[in-house]
């Protein structure tokens, strides 16, 4: 059972029930407390839209609104969130309004500090990692440390009692497919949860999150190996490993990165996202609107902007996990949660 998810479902009854039925909760959404970051990842492009970050007394105000909303979710992150010497209080808050993951790259952490991002109240600490290999790692920009950062903190994390869930994230792209089901295996082991990516690899300067990266694409040569290491991760999660993706999202994984899956999106709507500097966010792709959280009484305010209209109506789509989820969530609720519970 991920134990986690169903802890969220079951604290936040008539928001679901509401997502489920009328589909106009903004449940999810992410949070950019900075857009700088020490590390150069290939597949990723926020640092290449720095803009000002908020103090946390103007965060919360944002946070206020955002739990107003009914939204109950939130995942903090960057660029880097630990380059923030306020990282801590801005949780501690967080912690307090909603569920809470903090995603880092790990490579600022330390026992110490590790201890103190527990001590908020997170509910998952989230951490990326796409090889085993440090020289692979560096290879897609993600520096030399990471790998023994993320073990070390893994490794930390099994010596507490009292701890969040631990979930590692990595992106499935053509220099580590082979490594996939080694690398679920180990997070497992390390008693965290696995979660897998597909790469959003896309032309073009208007993007916020997703970079081009044409090296880390598949071709169709690899779509066999593609089919085989996703059907095997869904066997892996019905034998009880822990795998955070639930079993619709990794089959239509393969077909998406085959560009079979079409279109589906909610931005705006079931998930949105907050730029470092208050402003609203059709999703973490789409360019933010000249208006602050704090400033609009609803979301559906949002849609008054045509720039972002146009932006949602010509992006070519997305298969972020976090928004797939939901939208599966919605789609065939029953389902969505007996896995949840069963799996």
């Not at 300067?205 to 593609?226: G, H, I, Q, T």
């Amino acid at each position: 059972m991920n134990k986690s998810r169903v802890k969220i479902l079951l604290k936040n009854p008539f928001k679901v029930a509401r997502l489920v039925l009328l589909k106009d909760v903004p449940i999810f959404a992410h949070i950019y407390l900075t857009r700088r970051c020490n590390l150069r990842c290939a597949k990723c492009r926020v640092i290449e839209r720095q803009t000002p970050e908020l103090p946390l007394s103007e965060w919360k105000k944002i946070m206020d609104r955002m739990s107003e909303w009914g939204t109950a979710i939130v995942t903090v992150q960057g660029g880097e969130a630990m380059l923030r010497e306020d990282i801590y209080d801005i949780l501690d808050y967080a912690s307090k309004k909603f569920s809470v993951t903090f995603f880092t790259n790990a490579t600022l952490l330390d026992k110490e500090k590790i201890d103190k991002l527990i001590a908020t109240g997170i509910n998952n600490l989230g951490m990326s990692l796409d090889s085993l290999s440090a020289a692979k790692e560096a290879k897609m920009g993600r520096g030399s440390q990471a790998v023994k950062k993320v073990i070390e903190t893994m490794e930390y994390m099994q010596t507490l009692k009292k701890k969040p869930k631990v979930t590692i994230n990595m992106v499935a792209v053509k220099q580590n497919i082979d490594e996939v089901i080694d690398l679920a295996k180990f997070v497992n082991e390390h008693d965290a949860y696995f979660s897998i990516a597909v790469l959003e690899s896309t032309p073009g300067e208007r993007w916020w999150f997703r970079n081009y990266a044409p090296e880390l694409e598949f071709s169709e040569k690899d779509y066999p190996k593609v089919e085989k290491v996703f059907n095997e991760l869904i066997e892996m999660k019905k034998k009880g490993y822990k795998i955070s993706n639930d079993t619709e999202q990794l089959k239509n994984a393969i077909k998406y990165i085959k560009g079979e899956f079409p279109k589906q999106c909610k931005a705006a709507k079931l998930f949105y996202s907050v730029n470092s500097d208050g402003t609203f966010m059709g999703c973490q792709d789409i360019a933010p609107i000249p208006k602050r959280v704090d400033e609009m009484k609803s979301i559906k305010e949002a849609w008054q902007f045509k720039s972002m209209v146009e932006d949602i109506k010509t992006c070519p789509g997305c298969y972020y996990g976090c928004y797939v989820s939901l939208i599966n969530l919605t789609k065939k609720p029953w389902k969505f949660l007996f896995e949840e519970l069963t799996s």
